[in-house]
């Protein structure tokens, strides 16, 4: 909104062009995320406290002192959204289709999961929504999306490659070189991204703070990549103006407009941080699946739209290393009988080892920061 209101009056009033660049409205969403949270998360936190009467949300296939937490509220996560959008719709340029397609994503999954928490709050049902129903709801919200997005830009005469970049990008590998086409597959290749990116942060919303760390660090991360992805300098050399392409100097996918879904990032970041001084040991509110699914969706529709799918796997690392210990403790356990680990996500595993529930927090967080630096040093080793 104050993009469109004020570059209105850019020509008129000289200082409301700085609302013209996204490194202004960057931070700007961000801080905007981080002051509502502050301020007005206490209230919210009273009302979920006082509307789910101390039901339990601890899920029963938890270590023993999970058990103590019985009574925190939970489904935190919806303020983290309101507060995502609100800044996003004020500082954003809502004329991007980018924007209103992770934003779509977000609200979506976001609805999802609230579902999923009222089950859990309401019936006293930890298990909440069958995971079957989960993804097929997330199914559908991506398809309409997808097929909008097909719509608003014509791809559905001109083919899917009309609106996706199908072309895939390797980290460490330059566009020019190596960036096979894959065509129609990229839709359900993209629905993969988003879906594994949503159940991963889901799967690793276990202990107080221990997501949403991650997450923030992702939005930044992402900022900085879909700001790189999109940025087009302009530049007056010798009395002409020359543009300079920043994804191409640096060898990755240009896609126009990511520069706004950094200021939506900016949002994520702000609203986590806010969130995580509620949220962090010894929690006063947990996140709840209206958090971690949309969050999730919303980090993964950005990975799709800036080209940085592959990339999202080291950005992500903590989150794939959450669902891979997941999936090989099914996996072994119905092949062989036994388990890989003392129980599954894995930082039970380390809760049963006898860590400290703050240990394992930090130094998740502490992987998830190396491995969002060796995901930025990709964009220089191409």
């Known amino acids: ?31 905007t995320a981080l002051v509502l949270t502050l301020w007005l998360f206490p209230r919210f936190i009273e009302l979920l406290r006082e509307r789910q009467n101390g039901a339990s949300n601890v899920r029963e296939d938890t270590p023993e002192q999970h058990q103590k937490k019985r009574g925190t509220p939970t ?19 809502l004329a991007n289709h980018s924007v209103w397609a992770v934003l779509a994503i977000l609200v979506g999954f976001g609805a999802i999961g609230f579902v999923d928490d009222y089950r859990k709050v309401k019936h006293l049902d930890s298990k909440g929504l069958a995971g079957k129903k989960k993804l097929l709801y997330q199914t559908l919200v991506f398809a309409l999306v997808a097929g909008a997005l097909l719509l608003l830009k014509d791809g ?12 895939l990008s390797v ?15 990229y839709l359900p290749f993209a629905l993969l991204v988003v879906l594994g990116t949503s159940h991963a942060v889901n799967l690793t919303d276990g202990l107080d703070g221990l997501a949403i760390g991650p997450t923030i660090v992702s939005a930044v991360t992402f900022a900085v990549l879909a700001y790189a992805a999109g940025l087009v300098l302009v530049f007056n050399t010798n009395g002409v103006w020359v543009d300079f392409n920043v994804a191409q100097y640096l060898n990755i996918p240009h896609v126009e407009g990511t520069a706004e879904l950094a200021v939506l990032c900016g949002g994520i970041a702000g609203a986590g941080i806010g969130f995580l001084w509620f949220n962090t040991f010894p929690a006063s509110v947990f996140m709840g699946d209206v958090g ?70 930090v130094r998740f967080w502490v992987v998830s920061i190396m491995l969002a630096l060796v995901g930025l040093a990709t964009l220089k080793l191409r």
Do not use: C
Not at 319 to 330: C, R
């Open 1 to 31: 909104m104050f993009y469109h209101l004020f570059t209105a009056f850019r020509e008129t009033v000289g200082p409301f062009r700085v609302f013209l660049y996204p490194s202004f409205r960057i931070p700007s969403a961000a801080l």
């Open 75 to 93: 489904m935190g996560g919806l303020f983290i959204l309101i507060a995502v959008v609100v800044s996003t719709l004020l500082w954003a340029d």
């Open 156 to 167: 559905a005469i001109g083919g899917v490659a009309a609106v996706f970049d199908t072309r």
């Open 171 to 185: 980290p460490f590998v330059a566009v020019k070189w190596f960036s096979p086409d894959i065509g129609w597959l």
């Open 292 to 361: 971690s699914l949309a969050l999730g969706g919303a980090l993964g529709a950005i990975a799709v739209l800036t080209k940085n799918e592959f990339l999202s796997v080291i950005v992500h690392g903590v989150f794939v290393a959450e669902a891979l210990s997941v999936i090989l403790q099914v996996a072994s356990f119905k092949l062989t009988g036994k388990r890989i680990f003392k129980m599954a996500p894995i930082h039970h595993h380390f809760e049963l080892k006898g860590w400290p529930e703050p240990k394992i927090i």
